[in-house]
């Protein structure tokens, strides 16, 4: 299992730690941690071969289901971007994960994520919204005409945001109803590097 990226940001408040793994019942009110961690969902692990449903209020690792419910892809049921696991943003219905971490206010962050969709059935064109802070930054679609499970032809994402807060809430949420949604993985978060340029 690949080691999860994440993103260390220096900030005053960078010493609080992480919110520990598991998938336990929690409230929806999200709890800032100081660093973007696990976008690879790779833990808790998801039995190998098949997934585990997740519905709102559960958490995967330091993500939040924030609606309807995801199911977390175990290793081998099909192609991860990165790592063993990944995230069908569609259980039986649509569903939303986010997680909130620590920002420096007016510093820009890169979000790169890798898309897919689940191959196994539902209408071919996946949507979905990425979400910062609740608002839309941006809408894609996944077709997943031709693509199989060992063949999912993930492509890249990319979106950015400044933040206006000590904390920002990174999300994604799929607009398609029913099952078979469309897939996350490998999100990473980067932060620009504030000017050290002289006058």
Do not use: H
Not at 29 to 36: E, L
Not at 159 to 166: I, L, S, W
């Amino acid at each position: 299992m690949a080691v999860a990226r994440y993103l260390v940001v220096a900030v005053a408040a960078a010493g609080l730690l992480a919110t520990g793994p598991g998938m336990a019942s929690a409230a929806p009110s999200a709890v800032a941690v100081s660093r973007f961690d696990d976008g690879s969902f790779e833990y808790p692990t998801a039995p190998a071969n098949s997934f585990t449903t997740v519905t709102a209020g559960q958490s995967i690792g330091p993500w939040k289901v924030s609606a309807g419910g995801v199911d977390l892809i175990g290793a081998g049921f099909w192609q991860a971007a990165e790592g063993d696991q990944s995230v069908d943003l569609n259980a039986t219905q649509p569903g939303a994960v986010a997680q909130t971490f620590t920002t420096v206010v007016g510093r820009t962050y890169t979000v790169t994520y890798a898309l897919a969709a689940n191959p196994e059935g539902g209408a071919a064109v996946k949507t979905g919204k990425v979400l910062v802070d609740g608002q839309n930054f941006q809408d894609f679609s996944f077709d997943s005409t031709g693509k199989t499970r060992a063949a999912m032809g993930y492509v890249q994402r990319q979106v950015t945001f400044v933040a206006n807060a000590p904390t920002t809430t990174l999300g994604f949420a799929s607009t398609l109803p029913g099952a078979y949604g469309p897939v996350i993985d490998d999100v990473r978060v980067t932060a620009s590097s504030p000017c050290s340029c002289n006058p």
